[in-house]
């Protein structure tokens, strides 16, 4: 596969779980930013420092970071055949690198915005824990563990929430979302590479619509 596969749609609309599926069941890598200043913020550097600021307001990463960190991802061997973007790009500016690296890289890009209804990503984000052990995720309205704040599958690990999933970093990230991100719907519209799925139902009705979509 020679294609870029953008999954894009407001924070909490489940891109992350459709790329990792589709990671897992076909393949295809998963780039994610959010993931992967996730894991920058675990060293002890003034960079990181910086983002872990950035991220926790709600904010987002300046472009110039952000798309290094996916060109240095994305020059690695295993991208070669295509790969999911989870994340990324979230500001013109980033389209535009993306646009550049898909011509040098020989690719084609295929956008599928996954779109759910802004009441219900209120609580999803903010209902949001998971398993610091295994990474389970739970939701405290629609999908709590069984032990009060513990995870099933480790019982003695207490969950956790992301600092981004508190109620005013929330509020920010999805007015962000609307002010940088949701414009880039349209430009890829315009130019006939958007498709499609809604993602307010069940996790495997949707990965199935997705990968309908790519096929
Ligand atoms: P996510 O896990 O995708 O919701 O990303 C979490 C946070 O990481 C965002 O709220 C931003 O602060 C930062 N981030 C992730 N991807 C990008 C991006 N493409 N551009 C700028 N900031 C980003």
Redesign the pocket.
Known sequence: MDKIIVLIGA?GAG??TQARLLQERRGIPQI????M??EMQTLDTPLAREVQE??AS????P?EL?SRMVKERTDRDDTKNGYVL??????LP?VEFLEELAKESNKTIEVIEVDVPKDELMRRLTGRRNCPVCGELYNIYSRPPANDNFCDLHPQSELKQRS?DKEESVRT?LETYERETEPLIDYYATSGRLKKVDGSGEVEDIYREVENLIN
């Open positions: 924070p891109k992350g994610s930013t959010g993931d200043f996730r950035i991220m709600g904010k987002y990463v472009d952000t989870d994340g990324y790009p979230r500001t980033q981004d990230r």
